[in-house]
C-alpha cells in the first residue's frame, strides 16, 4: 500500500490548513484511513480516522475544530482543520490498516498497518 500525502504548511493561530492522503496499491479493504501526529517532544498521537462501518474518532483538543471525510471509493481522506491553535504544530502521519480475509474452512484475518511520510504542520501564535 501507497500512501500519498498533501497539504500542511503554515497557518496562523486562529487559521486554517487542510490535509489529504490517498491510499493505492491493494486490492483489500483499507478498513482504517486517518491521520495522526508527532507534536515536539511527544509521542505520536491520533488526530481523526475514519473505520468503514464504524464511528469516525477525533483525538479530543480537536474536536469541533478538525473534520475528516472520506472518498471510499478513492481510498481518499481529507482533513480540514480549522481554528488552528501553536499547540497543533507538530509533524502529521496518514495511516492505513488493510484488512485481509483469507477464505476457507477456517478463515483467517490479517491486519497490516501502512505509513505516509510525515507532513510538517506549523502555528504561528
Known amino acids: 500500500v501507497q500512501l500519498q500525502a498533501f497539504g500542511g504548511g503554515l497557518a496562523q493561530t486562529g487559521g486554517s490548513l487542510s490535509l489529504s492522503c490517498a491510499a493505492s496499491?491493494?486490492?483489500?479493504?483499507?478498513?482504517?484511513l486517518g491521520w495522526y501526529r508527532q507534536l515536539p517532544g511527544k509521542q505520536r498521537e491520533l488526530v481523526a480516522m475514519?473505520?468503514?462501518?464504524?464511528?469516525?474518532k477525533y483525538e479530543e483538543s480537536v474536536k469541533g475544530r478538525f473534520h475528516i471525510s472520506k472518498d471510499s471509493a478513492a481510498n481518499t481522506i481529507y482533513l480540514q482543520m480549522n481554528s488552528l491553535k501553536p499547540e497543533d504544530t507538530g509533524v502529521y502521519f496518514c495511516n492505513a490498516v488493510e484488512f485481509i480475509v483469507q477464505p476457507g474452512i477456517h478463515p483467517r484475518t490479517y491486519e497490516n498497518t501502512y505509513w505516509g511520510p510525515g507532513t510538517q504542520v506549523t502555528v504561528s501564535s
Open positions: 475514519t473505520t468503514t462501518g464504524g464511528p469516525t
Open positions: 496499491g491493494t486490492r483489500f479493504l483499507i478498513r482504517d
